[in-house]
């Protein structure tokens, strides 16, 4: 894979525009608080010190009841375990390295790469725009090798893997 320009700690003269939901950018950054605390634990169950969604709500400014229908999405998609209670609070169902920008992604949004609301594979273009349909494909390949590289664990602790 060829290694990038920021690696080298150049910058591309390109602008590149990302798109992700409000969603997406309040989960993400639900699971990196989250993943930042999972080291202080040091070696302790995260059961035994969950965290609030007000905590995380407050940390990373992101509105409380949106903040609380992002957790349970991700709970549901095991990314994150719960407990209720005065004791309760959220943290990792798994270690922070096993959780990839990816699988939040597609947790919150759904598939990573859609033209129209369609896989790029499932298009069905006709005539000489069949080539885009490979040029579709290939951006959803390459953006899902580099998200999938990136772990929460990358992200917490600011070390990323590229």
């Not at 007000?54 to 407990?83: D, H, M, T």
């Amino acid at each position: 894979m060829p290694r990038s320009a920021w690696e080298h700690g150049q910058r591309s003269d390109k602008v590149v525009h990302v798109r992700l939901s409000a969603r997406v950018d309040y989960a993400i950054r639900a699971v990196i608080e989250l993943a930042s605390v999972e080291p202080v634990l040091a070696g302790k169950p995260p059961a035994d010190f969950p965290i609030t969604s007000e905590r995380i709500a407050k940390a990373q400014e992101i509105p409380p009841k949106f903040l609380e229908s992002i957790l349970l999405q991700l709970r549901r998609g095991g990314v994150v375990n719960a407990q209720r209670g005065p004791e309760g609070g959220y943290w990792l169902a798994r270690p922070a390295s096993e959780i990839t920008l990816a699988a939040v992604i597609e947790i919150i949004d759904g598939p990573l790469s859609q033209v129209r609301g369609q896989l790029p594979a499932d298009l069905g273009y006709q005539g000489p725009a069949q080539t885009l349909q490979k040029v579709w494909i290939a951006v959803e390949a390459q953006e899902r090798t580099m998200l999938e590289q990136v772990t929460f664990e990358h992200l917490a602790s600011g070390s990323l893997p590229f």
